[in-house]
């Protein structure tokens, strides 16, 4: 590499083209979603909102009790009337242009706090330093498009810390504007997500313990308000009522402790599942570096928001690796302190095997996600195929099993929720709480010359069923992985509890019966 492109790759610039164009690559690749609340309280309540389906009895057990904020699937359904109203929709579009408005979200926030770095440090190199980390650290890039409600916490988490110390570092004028955006970032981030009250509590008491600037506060009341008002109003638009969501979400979820049903989990949850997904040595890094922050900068406004954030989630009981996202969208700032802390005390070659083996790791983990395509979108994308091919399709499935179109929950009670997010048009998911419910069903829509198939979670059903079944072979993965990376056949995993069969028409079963 000659040294003109090594130093335009590598100055400040450079670091921003390539990680947006690696954003964008995870924004058209990276499909799929990260936890399964990611799709069913947003997608499919803009969904019901766009085009009445799924209806309220197939919508998650939270919305009957209008426990989420109506802001993300009010965006989802803005987009989505725009490309109605172009001729232009499409799940898979719509999807594509949400994680792409989350990643440039999050570039701005990482610019945003990279003036914080490269201030508080006096070192250009650790502003690109923090860039590259938030841009390519391999867990960041993934996280960083997806339109969860944990992620665009974190974003906004980022930009109100960076814009408050900013604030801060400046002589602090034009108070009462500065009052209103930050005001507006905390009421969002509210909103967003109700947890990130307990981020913001530690915000508010820093401010009033090392910020005590009376025309900053007078500013951020309307803002807070505003943004309050404007989930109010989402939230009336969303479930067609007045409603408080925060207060119905601490009474069902505290209160009546319906997130205890999903687990309870020890303190130490969060370190070792952290480690498990995040990979142990980053993980470890992570852990060490924020540990260290806290430790050391005991008085900074990260720690006052964070610490209070994380020690709750420690004492709650449900536990899950995302619920600590937003904290780790600061990983980049607490690592990059942590290297300059590296820099002093460990020798010059092993700071670079300890380089060297991240930065392969980070490589290889970018790798992985970019092509491997999550095994429901390979399969939403087949029935699309298979459906245009057979036109009216009818699938039925057992309540209790799940299957790409369907899950079971069991909350307050018994429900299936759908996906009809991806369902193609003309297609029809039915639900039977007996499999002799279901053969009937089976056989009656067959005898109106309808198609039917079986979602089943059984691999040997063509075998036990009284129907003539003929089971689709279909796998989401490359052929050429399939044939020739398939060590242990793997790639049966994600599909063993996920078969397809057709029910044989009258006509069909009849010709294999002849001699």
């Given at each position: 590499m000659s040294p003109?492109?090594?130093?335009?790759?590598?100055?400040?610039?450079?670091?921003?083209?390539?990680?947006?164009?690696?954003?964008?690559?995870?924004?058209?690749?990276?499909?799929?979603?990260?936890?399964?609340?990611?799709?069913?309280?947003?997608?499919?309540?803009?969904?019901?909102?766009?085009?009445?389906?799924p209806t309220v009895e197939h919508l998650a057990w939270e919305y009957p009790l209008m426990m989420r904020s109506g802001v993300q699937p009010g965006i989802v359904w803005c987009l989505g009337r725009l490309l109605l109203a172009g001729g232009l929709y499409s799940p898979y579009l719509l999807i594509f242009l949400l994680q792409l408005f989350s990643g440039a979200?999050?570039?701005?926030?990482?610019?945003?706090?990279?003036?914080?770095?490269?201030?508080?440090?006096?070192?250009?190199?650790?502003?690109?330093?923090?860039?590259?980390?938030?841009?390519?650290?391999?867990?960041?890039?993934?996280?960083?498009?997806?339109?969860?409600?944990?992620?665009?916490?974190?974003?906004?988490?980022?930009?109100?810390?960076?814009?408050?110390?900013?604030?801060?570092?400046?002589?602090?004028?034009?108070?009462?504007?500065?009052?209103?955006?930050?005001?507006?970032?905390?009421?969002?981030?509210?909103?967003?997500?109700?947890?990130?009250?307990?981020?913001?509590?530690?915000?508010?008491?820093?401010?009033?313990?090392?910020?005590?600037?009376?025309?900053?506060?007078?500013?951020?009341?309307?803002?807070v308000c505003c943004m309050l008002a404007f989930g109010l109003l989402a939230d009336r638009?969303?479930?067609?009522?007045?409603?408080?969501?925060?207060?119905?979400?601490?009474?069902?979820?505290?209160?009546?402790?319906?997130?205890?049903?999903?687990?309870?989990?020890?303190?130490?949850?969060?370190?070792?599942?952290?480690?498990?997904?995040?990979?142990?040595?980053?993980?470890?890094?992570?852990?060490?570096?924020?540990?260290?922050?806290?430790?050391?900068?005991?008085?900074?406004?990260?720690?006052?928001?964070?610490?209070?954030?994380l020690l709750v989630h420690f004492l709650l009981g449900h536990k899950e690796v995302r619920f600590f996202f937003p904290a780790f969208f600061f990983a980049p700032y607490f690592i990059t302190l942590f290297w300059q802390e590296i820099r002093r005390t460990v020798p010059l070659r092993l700071r670079r095997w300890f380089a060297g083996i991240m930065l392969a790791c980070n490589v290889g983990a970018i790798l992985f996600v970019l092509v491997q395509d999550p095994a429901e979108i390979g399969f939403y994308g087949m029935m699309d195929r298979y459906c245009e091919q057979k036109g009216d399709v009818v699938a039925l499935n057992l309540a209790g099993d799940k299957t790409y179109y369907s899950w079971p929950q069991y909350v307050i009670e018994p429900r299936v929720i759908e996906t009809r997010f991806y369902m193609p048009k003309d297609f029809a998911n039915l639900h039977f709480d007996t499999f002799e419910a279901l053969e009937a069903a089976a056989r009656a829509l067959a005898a109106e010359r309808r198609h039917v198939i079986i979602l089943s979670a059984d691999p040997d059903l063509a075998g036990k069923s009284a129907l003539r079944l003929r089971k689709i072979a279909w796998n989401p993965y490359p052929e050429w992985v399939v044939r020739h990376c398939n060590f242990n056949d793997w790639t049966r995993y994600s599909l063993r509890s996920k078969n397809i069969y057709e029910v044989l028409p009258a006509e069909e079963v009849a010709q294999q019966g002849r001699p």
């Amino acid at each position: 590499m000659s040294p003109e492109l090594k130093k335009i790759l590598c100055s400040r610039r450079g670091i921003l083209v390539a990680g947006a164009l690696l954003t964008l690559l995870y924004a058209w690749l990276s499909r799929g979603y990260y936890h399964h609340d990611e799709h069913y309280q947003i997608l499919e309540y803009a969904h019901m909102k766009l085009f009445g389906t799924p209806t309220v009895e197939h919508l998650a057990w939270e919305y009957p009790l209008m426990m989420r904020s109506g802001v993300q699937p009010g965006i989802v359904w803005c987009l989505g009337r725009l490309l109605l109203a172009g001729g232009l929709y499409s799940p898979y579009l719509l999807i594509f242009l949400l994680q792409l408005f989350s990643g440039a979200l999050s570039i701005g926030a990482l610019v945003v706090f990279s003036r914080v770095v490269r201030r508080e440090t006096g070192d250009e190199k650790q502003e690109r330093l923090f860039l590259a980390l938030g841009l390519f650290l391999w867990f960041l890039a993934y996280l960083h498009v997806h339109f969860s409600a944990e992620m665009l916490t974190g974003n906004l988490l980022l930009l109100l810390a960076g814009c408050t110390l900013h604030y801060v570092s400046t002589d602090r004028k034009h108070e009462f504007r500065w009052g209103l955006l930050l005001g507006a970032l905390a009421g969002a981030t509210f909103v967003v997500r109700y947890q990130s009250g307990f981020a913001l509590l530690g915000y508010g008491l820093w401010l009033l313990t090392f910020c005590r600037r009376w025309k900053l506060f007078v500013g951020m009341v309307p803002g807070v308000c505003c943004m309050l008002a404007f989930g109010l109003l989402a939230d009336r638009w969303f479930y067609g009522q007045w409603t408080l969501t925060p207060i119905n979400y601490l009474r069902e979820n505290i209160f009546h402790g319906h997130m205890l049903k999903f687990g309870v989990e020890p303190w130490w949850y969060y370190f070792s599942a952290s480690l498990a997904e995040g990979g142990i040595l980053f993980g470890l890094l992570v852990w060490a570096a924020m540990l260290r922050f806290f430790w050391i900068c005991r008085r900074h406004l990260v720690a006052w928001m964070l610490v209070p954030f994380l020690l709750v989630h420690f004492l709650l009981g449900h536990k899950e690796v995302r619920f600590f996202f937003p904290a780790f969208f600061f990983a980049p700032y607490f690592i990059t302190l942590f290297w300059q802390e590296i820099r002093r005390t460990v020798p010059l070659r092993l700071r670079r095997w300890f380089a060297g083996i991240m930065l392969a790791c980070n490589v290889g983990a970018i790798l992985f996600v970019l092509v491997q395509d999550p095994a429901e979108i390979g399969f939403y994308g087949m029935m699309d195929r298979y459906c245009e091919q057979k036109g009216d399709v009818v699938a039925l499935n057992l309540a209790g099993d799940k299957t790409y179109y369907s899950w079971p929950q069991y909350v307050i009670e018994p429900r299936v929720i759908e996906t009809r997010f991806y369902m193609p048009k003309d297609f029809a998911n039915l639900h039977f709480d007996t499999f002799e419910a279901l053969e009937a069903a089976a056989r009656a829509l067959a005898a109106e010359r309808r198609h039917v198939i079986i979602l089943s979670a059984d691999p040997d059903l063509a075998g036990k069923s009284a129907l003539r079944l003929r089971k689709i072979a279909w796998n989401p993965y490359p052929e050429w992985v399939v044939r020739h990376c398939n060590f242990n056949d793997w790639t049966r995993y994600s599909l063993r509890s996920k078969n397809i069969y057709e029910v044989l028409p009258a006509e069909e079963v009849a010709q294999q019966g002849r001699p």
